[in-house]
Nanobody, 124 residues
Framework: QLVESGGGLVQPGGSLRLSCTASGFTLNNVAIGWFRQAPGKEREEVSCISITPASIIYTGSVEGRFTVSRDEAKNTVYLQMDNLKPEDTAIYYC???????????????????WGQGTQVTVSS
């Protein structure tokens, strides 16, 4: 099971850090993806981080503003979101494509373990 936390309401230009933790398994052995879904829109993959040494993929709209990282000791993956924009408003999910350790070549359908999501709202 995955659990996201850290969402909330923030003004444009602000920052939030989302956390993704796991119970029952270690995140350190699998790639972790971050996804988001805005009202009326399809789910979009935001980022993926492979196992250490981590390679990271970002979707173009967040590159340079979002940063993904791992804390293996805490069994946690973070999504640091800076310079947030209203269009970043969505429910954010983390997901694991167990047992795949690398992001390269993954499809959305291979993500088989999902969190419940955390709401991020960017508004003035």
């Amino acid at each position: 099971q995955l659990v996201e936390s850290g969402g909330g309401l923030v003004q444009p230009g602000g920052s939030l850090r989302l956390s993704c933790t796991a119970s029952g398994f270690t995140l350190n052995n699998v790639a972790i993806g971050w996804f988001r879904q805005a009202p009326g829109k399809e789910r979009e993959e935001v980022s993926c981080i492979s196992i250490t040494p981590a390679s990271i993929i970002y979707t173009g709209s967040v590159e340079g503003r979002f940063t993904v990282s791992r804390d293996e000791a805490k069994n946690t993956v973070y999504l640091q979101m800076d310079n947030l924009k209203p269009e970043d408003t969505a429910i954010y999910y983390c997901a694991a494509p167990i047992p795949y350790p690398y992001c390269s070549g993954l499809t959305t359908g291979q993500y088989n373990t999902w969190g419940q999501g955390t709401q991020v709202t960017v508004s003035s």
